[in-house]
């Protein structure tokens, strides 16, 4: 059993930067995929970003490209989310998620992620 728990996020105007991370429990960290997805109001969990477990394979969602960075450090069971030039639409509850293993015709879909994070709040105000 693998347990998340993400910190940080807040509020921020259109522009600005935030970050938050995601601590995991378990000795076995090192072989989980990570993800982060989000849920904005009204709108259904979309993909944001995944990295493997050795950060060997990292991809990202269109529309945070080029603004937002995951990352991850094995030796404190964590994964990190930079998130740069931030838009309002950006506006969203982030969740941390992990999947055993790697998979690269599920790291897209949230239904194949077998741990998840409590979900932390981002408002982007304009």
């Known amino acids: 059993q693998v347990q998340l728990v993400e910190s940080g996020g807040g509020v921020v105007q259109a522009g600005g930067s935030l970050s938050f991370s995601c601590a995991a429990s378990g000795r076995t960290f090192r072989s989980y995929t990570m993800a982060w997805f989000r849920q904005a109001p009204g709108k259904e969990c979309e993909f944001v970003s995944v990295?493997?477990?050795?950060?060997?394979?990292?991809y990202y969602a269109d529309s945070v490209k080029g603004r937002f960075t995951i990352s991850r450090d094995n030796t404190k069971n964590t994964v990190a989310l930079q998130m740069n030039s931030l838009k309002p639409e950006d506006t969203a509850v982030y969740y941390c998620?992990?999947?055993?293993?790697?998979?690269?015709?599920?790291?897209?879909?949230?239904?194949?992620?077998?741990?998840w994070g409590q979900g932390t709040q981002v408002t982007v105000s304009s």
């Open positions: 998620a992990a999947m055993v293993g790697y998979n690269n015709n599920y790291i897209y879909t949230r239904e194949k992620y077998h741990y």
């Open positions: 990295i493997s477990w050795i950060g060997g394979n990292i």
